[in-house]
């Protein structure tokens, strides 16, 4: 049982939940884009305090989204975003497990030859609270590496976007 394959699962762990940071800070920054305000600190951090989850906070974005495009209507921006907002809202369970997980050894029989292998795993105490639907999981050190590239080339999709309509308000004398 290697050390060092359990610091890689951390050293995964971390990237993820920091890109998944990164995307999440650019809906922070959108949200106050829609609010009229783009780049205000104060809307940014308000957006921080809708609510310890996820879907709380992209609830208020697609509120605010909502009262944007009707005063600045753009059916393929919308779109765009909505978009965007899918893939991050499939994606959102994932990074709940890798930020709610621990580490734990798992005997995986599957490899050969049959070995013990560091990743990430529901805590025994908590598997009650795993969503209807969902089931125990242990994620290794590449599939947690693995969503942390995903969550960072969604990281930099939505940020190309919130740029994108900043210009582009620009571009039509809007703040």
């Not at 359990?6 to 959108?30: D, I, K, P, S």
């Not at 949200?31 to 009229?36: D, E, T, V, Y």
């Not at 994620?139 to 969550?151: P, R």
Request: negative net charge.
């Amino acid at each position: 049982m290697d050390p060092e394959e359990q610091y890689h699962v951390f050293r995964a762990g971390g990237y993820a939940l920091c890109q998944w940071e990164h995307m999440e800070a650019e809906y922070a920054n959108m949200f106050a884009l829609f609010r009229g305000k783009p780049g205000d600190l104060e809307l940014v951090r308000a957006f921080g305090q809708i609510g310890s989850v996820y879907s709380y906070r992209i609830a208020q974005l697609r509120y605010s989204a909502e009262k944007y495009f009707v005063s600045h209507p753009n059916q393929d921006d919308e779109g765009l975003l909505h978009s965007l907002i899918g893939e991050s809202d499939a994606l959102s369970l994932e990074r709940h497990r890798i930020a709610h997980g621990v580490t734990v050894l798992m005997l995986r029989i599957e490899l050969e030859p049959p070995r013990w292998v560091w990743g990430y795993s529901a805590p025994w105490y908590a598997e009650h609270r795993l969503k209807t639907g969902d089931y125990p999981y242990h994620y290794d050190a590449d599939t947690v590496a693995e969503f942390g590239m995903t969550f960072a080339r969604l990281a930099q999709k939505v940020s190309c976007f919130r740029e994108h309509l900043e210009i582009s308000g620009r571009a039509a004398g809007r703040p």
